[in-house]
């Protein structure tokens, strides 16, 4: 995972920022889920597998977020998924996790009913485990925090070519449905801590007016912000030349980041630098063109120079030749001179000029 995944999976594991994420991504904002409710669960999947070769690999896959709710009359696993890209093959991906999930439980009871010894008949000690026994339901939400909407495959059956299958084996065609959360589909509002100024801002990230628009209107929000999300918002908006400045913008007593001066102060220096850097590129643009403008000139002057320089040694080379063919008593040559090119030339050679 890169480092926007790590930062926001880190986040996302706080119990108090996953109960709110399910309640404001799944029940609309409602206080469904309490982070009291919520327990540590195993994320990592291990095991063996083969090559075509017959040597033995160890491979091993883990989960981005999982927590396990716990109710007085049931239990849930509730895992999240961070995407910031299409993945294609992501039904299959969260498909394999939670039949992992549930491989995992089956064997697990096997183990535990053979240390008790309570397998009684044929069939339970073929399954491993009892007719009664059921195991702890897994939900899988794939979190979109990329642009726009997920246009990949929701469902195991998007990938298959279901193309010419006659309806009744399409009814018996296994399926495997995804839960997606879209972050531009996501109300802000719906959210009762940090979350909710993470997402109010990753959503509106790509546009200058809206995201000052935002800051203006929840100034009061982000002028007191937790650490926690004072960091994961300046690693998912790109913006870690904020962590310097985190001193003065620390309040110690309450423990406390001033968001909202953080912003602005990044817009002023960002309104500085680009006045900066628009100056010296108007600079060295002027340069250049002054450059290639005295570049042309020159070469301008230079060829005009050198036509009239020609000019002026081609009329004192045929000067010469005239005033020695006449001395020379050959007008008749002067005149053949003065008219044929050819014959100057025979006679520059013949007069060395």
């Known amino acids: 995972m890169g480092r926007k995944s790590d930062e926001l999976c880190w986040y996302l594991n706080k119990a108090e920022i996953f109960a709110d994420f399910c309640n404001g991504s799944i029940y609309g904002g409602r206080a469904v889920i309490a982070p009291q409710e ?30 396990l709710l716990c109710r007085k009359d049931h239990f849930i696993k509730i895992a999240v998924e961070n995407q910031d890209r299409m993945n294609y093959c992501m039904p299959l991906r969260c498909g394999e996790y939670d ?6 439980q089956v064997r697990r009871l096997r183990e535990q009913r ?57 009814k018996l065609t296994a399926n495997y449905q995804m839960n997606v959360v879209c972050l531009e589909d996501l109300n802000e509002d719906n959210f009762k801590n940090g979350l909710r100024e993470l997402i109010g801002l990753m959503k509106r990230r790509g546009d200058k007016e809206e995201f000052q628009k935002y800051c203006a209107e929840n100034e009061e929000r982000l002028r007191h912000m937790d650490a926690d999300t004072y960091d994961v918002i300046c690693t998912m908006l790109d913006i870690d030349s904020l962590f310097p400045q985190s001193g003065n913008l620390y309040d110690d007593e309450r423990e406390e980041y001033d968001m909202c001066t953080a912003m602005r102060e990044l817009i002023e220096d960002g309104e500085m630098r680009g006045r900066e850097q628009g ?4 600079e060295r643009r002027g340069w250049e063109q002054g450059k290639k403008e005295g ?11 050198g036509e009239r320089r020609g000019r002026e040694q081609g009329e004192k080379r045929l000067g010469l030749l005239m005033e020695k063919l006449i001395k020379d008593g050959r007008q008749e040559d002067a005149l053949r001179a003065s008219r044929y090119a050819a014959a100057r030339k025979r006679l520059y050679l013949e007069y060395g000029l």
């Open 38 to 67: 919520l327990a540590e669960a195993q994320k990592h999947y291990s095991g063996n597998r083969k090559r075509w070769e017959g040597k033995r690999i160890s491979g091993s896959r883990s989960r981005d977020v999982i927590k």
């Open 99 to 104: 039949l992992l999930e549930i491989s995992r």
């Open 114 to 170: 053979k240390r008790e010894g309570t397998l009684k008949g044929g069939e339970e000690y073929l399954s491993g485990m009892k007719e009664t026994d059921r195991l702890i339901p897994i939900v899988t939400v794939v979190f979109f925090h990329g642009k726009g909407k997920w246009t990949a495959a929701r469902q195991l059956r998007d990938m298959l070519d279901m193309e010419g299958m006659d309806r009744e084996l399409e």
């Open 279 to 282: 100056r010296k590129e108007g």
């Open 295 to 305: 570049e042309k000139r020159g070469r301008e002057q230079g060829e005009k120079h």
